[in-house]
């Protein structure tokens, strides 16, 4: 049960607040729609709701607000807009990926993109899909940690009528088990057909909170719609004949071949068209809109037989031949559709079969008891529940990074293109002479501040938190990606291993490229190989993390790199000035020292890894980016604390 009370947003300037002093309640086991034109607030009350957006008032979500649910996205699912993931990513990858994340199993994902109807599609790149697709996608990502609550924003919005009726269909099953379902519309037909009660906004305020059974009556207008080769000489018939008899009924050509005759019924228009011998191929009784021509559809009659979506034969539809049955309809492969089991089957506009008769619309009233609804889509059942291990799992944010990292190609090609510009300039370095050995091994001229394979991994470890931003699938709920210390551990972890692999790559491809071009000569080991690996997994996993940690400050890839080029760049050079500047005091025979503290020999030289790291520190690339990390770190862990305290 979702809970609103006095939700206002705040006022941009001398324009009123876009919502003031919303409050309504949207029960559980029912489908409850925000009904309003654009810009009525149906958008900025969802935000509100979910605190993406600042303003006053509190809903509850079974009572509790969301701040206080520990796991958000197993109680709420929220679908607002497209589906906010990578485009390059496969539609199985970016559900597995979701499933590590929320601790599913990743069985999961098969289990709802079969229910969903995706299962053929699951290798297509979520940037392929259709506008359909895209919405059945969003589906299953919300229906994926089996959340009690599902809040939707204009979910048929660019639908066409079967994908539409499909979608009510689902969300009704969700509800029918028991869930609570808060859509936003903008067709009150629509609305009508799919919701069981309605909350119309005008302006950002309540005007109306009723069921839609009232909401019919009152809001929508009953017509007739009529489909007929000679729809002018009926409507001039029908008009004659009302004034004859000083009733009050309004014709409305629609367009080509359809009527809309407000104040008739079916058997007014039937027995005028037999009298006059017109030949009629759609009598149906309908939900009209607020009035003729407002919010009128797209003709589907040259895509769609009789039955099409607007017509809603179940209303006491009359075929052809004025037998007043419905015409069996099809599924796509010939067979006739038959009611889902041990469901609510729901009716060919998507919304449940008629057994509420105190939550449907009036007009569904006219339904024969004994005529069985019949689908247009056969919906599959709903995925089974789930139980989610509330327990945290230090597994379970490195899952998600390493299905985040290996999903899509860029990390590849990055590193792909890494190793070539390395082995080029390792091979441009030993024909023009004058560099070391380690420089060379490295592909690190003296001019260029970064080798590039350290540039490499400062971009790799900016993409870990950009890619979140510009797509942010994990917080699809929250709007910003969650600042947790296991997700900020996990990404370290997978960007460290990621840059020492990239290194080892570098080195061993510059070598062997310089072997086959030259020889062994520059290919030896040098004496001090220890201390210059030591410095040199320090340079690219020390990028690294400067790139993950000012791209999750800033929040921008572009952020990243930058804070990774500003070490060498600006932050060196400062550290020049200070370890140039006089000293009373020098660290001369600092190893000496180490081993009369440590009082006894460590096994294997240990004390060896102690002293190669000190000389790491103490150059000046190792200390500025000692320092650059650690500066970032404090940051990050600043802001994280400061957005737990809001």
């Not at 949207?26 to 605190?51: I, Y």
């Not at 599913?104 to 699951?122: F, I, K, T, Y």
């Not at 103490?618 to 500066?631: E, H, I, K, R």
Request: aromatic share 4%.
């Amino acid at each position: 049960m979702i809970q609103a009370f006095g939700l206002t947003s705040n006022p941009r300037k001398d324009l009123p607040p876009a919502v003031d002093d919303i409050s309504f309640e949207a029960r559980a086991g029912q489908v409850t729609a925000l009904l309003g034109s654009a810009g009525a607030g149906k958008t900025t009350a969802l935000r509100l709701m979910l605190e993406l957006q600042q303003g006053r008032g509190i809903t509850y979500f079974r009572g509790r607000p969301l701040h206080r649910i520990s796991h958000p996205s197993r109680e709420v699912g929220v679908l607002l807009g497209g589906v906010p993931g990578h485009p390059a990513r496969t539609v199985r990858g970016h559900l597995r990926m979701l499933c590590a994340a929320a601790g599913v199993a990743v069985r999961r994902a098969d289990e709802v993109l079969e229910v969903v109807g995706l299962v053929s599609l699951r290798d297509e790149r979520l940037g392929t899909l259709s506008r359909g697709m895209d919405r059945r996608l969003g589906l299953a990502c919300v229906l994926l940690s089996d959340p009690h609550t599902l809040v939707l924003d204009e979910p048929a919005d660019g639908l066409s009528a079967r994908e539409t009726r499909w979608l009510h269909g689902m969300l009704r099953a969700h509800a029918a088990q028991g869930g609570t379902v808060l859509i936003t519309a903008a067709d009150p037909k629509e609305v009508a057909r799919s919701a069981d009660r309605v909350v119309s906004l005008d302006q950002g305020r309540v005007v109306a909170d009723q069921p839609a059974a009232d909401f019919a009556r009152t809001r929508l207008r009953p017509r007739v719609a009529v489909r007929s080769p000679h729809a002018a000489r009926l409507a001039a018939l029908l008009a004659k004949e009302a004034r004859a008899a000083h009733r009050s009924v309004e014709v409305v050509r629609e367009g080509g071949n359809r009527l809309s005759v407000y104040g008739g019924t079916c058997a007014d228009v039937g027995e005028t068209a037999f009298r006059h011998g017109i030949l009629v191929h759609q009598l149906a009784d309908e939900i009209g809109d607020m009035g003729p021509g407002a919010g009128s559809e797209a003709d589907d009659d040259a895509e769609t037989p009789e039955g099409a979506p607007g017509t809603e034969p179940s209303r006491g539809a009359v075929d052809a031949r004025g037998t007043g049955t419905e015409q069996e309809r099809s599924a796509p492969d010939g067979s006739p559709e038959r009611p889902v089991a041990n469901r609510e089957a729901p009716s060919t506009d998507g919304t449940a079969a008629a057994t509420r008769p105190e939550s449907a619309p009036a007009a569904r009233t006219a339904v024969s008891a004994s005529r069985a609804p019949r689908t247009l889509d056969a919906l599959p059942s709903l995925p089974p529940p789930i139980s989610v291990r509330s327990a945290p799992s230090p597994l379970r944010p490195l899952r998600y990074e390493i299905r985040r990292a290996a999903g899509i190609s860029t990390g590849f090609l990055i590193a792909a293109a890494v190793l070539v510009v390395s082995a080029v300039t390792a091979v441009l370095l030993a024909r023009i002479g004058h560099t070391p050995q380690a420089r060379l091994l490295a592909a690190w001229p003296q001019q260029v501040p970064l080798p590039p394979a350290a540039l490499g991994a400062g971009l790799i470890g900016a993409l870990a938190f950009g890619d979140e931003f510009r797509h942010p699938a994990l917080a699809a709920d929250r709007g910003t990606v969650p600042r947790r210390l296991g997700l900020l551990v996990a990404k370290l972890v997978v960007t460290a291993a990621t840059a020492v692999a990239l290194a080892f790559l570098t080195v061993g491809c510059d070598a062997e490229l310089l072997y086959l071009v030259y020889g062994r000569e520059l290919t030896h080991v040098p004496a001090d190989w220890f201390s210059s690996s030591a410095s040199w997994l320090g340079l690219v996993i020390g990028c690294a993390w400067a790139g993950v940690l000012a791209a999750g400050i800033f929040r921008s890839t572009t952020a990243g790199l930058a804070a990774v080029v500003a070490v060498p760049v600006i932050v060196v050079p400062l550290v020049h000035k200070a370890l140039e500047g006089p000293s009373a005091r020098t660290a001369a025979g600092f190893p000496l020292r180490v081993r009369e503290v440590l009082l006894m020999q460590w096994p294997f030289g240990g004390e060896r890894y102690l002293v190669a790291v000190a000389r790491v520190l103490a150059q000046p690339v190792g200390s500025a980016l000692a320092l650059s990390v650690t500066v970032l770190l404090c940051a990050y862990l600043f802001t994280t604390l400061r957005a737990r305290v809001r």
